[in-house]
Every structure is written in C-alpha cells, then in structure tokens.
C-alpha cells in the first residue's frame, strides 16, 4: 500500500517562500517518477513540477524560474521549493508518484495573501 504525506502548506504573503515535502513509503521510491500537481477552487488540477528516476525535472510554464522541484531517494522524500509566490499560487498541492494513474497524497493548503 503506498503513502504519500504532504506537509508544508500555510498562508504565506506575496513575495514570500514556502517548501513542500511529501515522505513516500515505497521501498522502490528511487525508480519511480515523483511530482506536484495543484488544484485551485473552481479549477482542475494541473501539473505544476515533476522529476524523475534519472533526475530529470518539468514544470509549468506558470512556476518556471520560481519553483524548484528536487528529491532525496535516501529520504524517499520529494520537496517542492516555491519563492516568488504570488496569489495564483494559492491552491491545494498534491504529491503524486507514478503520473496520473499512480498514488495521490491527501493534499496541502497553500494560501498566498496580503
């Protein structure tokens, strides 16, 4: 049975910098393609970062430059570093392991507001 835990959300100011991480239980954690994808209110969820087994990264075009996406096969845990938030940001973040069709976590809020 695969875990993800996410923690890290908050209510955060525009400008300011959050990190995510999200502790996986698969033994295998190193050979499988981790991410985040967000959701906001009234909106599908959407990719926003993933890497893979190999540590090759993808983001959104919306997070490039901000966003850092890495992992810790040792930790079986991957982080999602945000700075420059801005109020789009706000939404609830999910891991993901596997694309798609893989695991979900339960989500974190993230709230980015003056």
């Known amino acids: 049975h695969v875990q993800l835990v996410e923690s890290g959300g908050g209510l955060v100011q525009p400008g300011g910098s959050l990190r995510l991480p999200c502790a996986a239980s698969?033994?295998?954690?190193?050979?499988?393609?981790v991410g985040w994808y967000r959701q906001a209110p009234g909106k599908e969820r959407e990719l926003v970062a993933h890497?893979?087994?190999?540590?090759?990264?993808n983001y959104a075009d919306s997070v490039k430059g901000r966003f850092t996406i890495s992992r810790d096969n040792a930790k079986k845990t991957v982080y999602l570093q945000m700075n420059s938030l801005k109020p789009e940001d706000t939404a609830v973040y999910y891991c993901?392991?596997?694309?798609?069709?893989?695991?979900w976590g339960q989500g974190t809020q993230v709230t980015v507001s003056s």
């Open positions: 993901n392991l596997n694309g798609p069709g893989g695991a």
């Open positions: 698969p033994s295998l954690f190193s050979i499988y393609r």
């Open positions: 890497t893979t087994s190999g540590g090759s990264t």
